[in-house]
């Protein structure tokens, strides 16, 4: 099941629990016409289950009609997290090269109604 958690500072957590335990959560900051999508992390053991999916599609649920701009930025070595933002429309716009630690950084950015 799917909840959500204002954390202030603009920052809400979507998360999914199941028996009582957080196996997923997605966490953003709402600023205004830019939604950051800062963190996402699914449990190691509930990894190809379509979680993050369920969790990405209800942002985009909450944010549908609200002319905004989502961002967020994935490792070149992250190809899962990468094909999942792609399914979901996000494009790159941009590469941080050595962001991190063995890896560059994607830009990817999706605009809500498209």
Known sequence: MIHKE???DYKIKYFYLEN???EAYIVIEDAID???IIDVYVNENKRREGIASKLLKEIMID???R???FMLEVS???NPAFLL???FGFNVISVRKKYYKNSDALIMEKVSGK
Do not use: A, H, Q, S
Request: glycine share 14%.
């Open 67 to 69: 002319n905004v701009k």
């Open 85 to 87: 933002y792609k399914k």
């Open 6 to 8: 204002d954390l202030g």
């Open 34 to 36: 830019i939604i950051n």
């Open 76 to 78: 070149t070595n992250n």
């Open 20 to 22: 009582g335990i957080e």
């Open 63 to 65: 944010y549908n009609g």
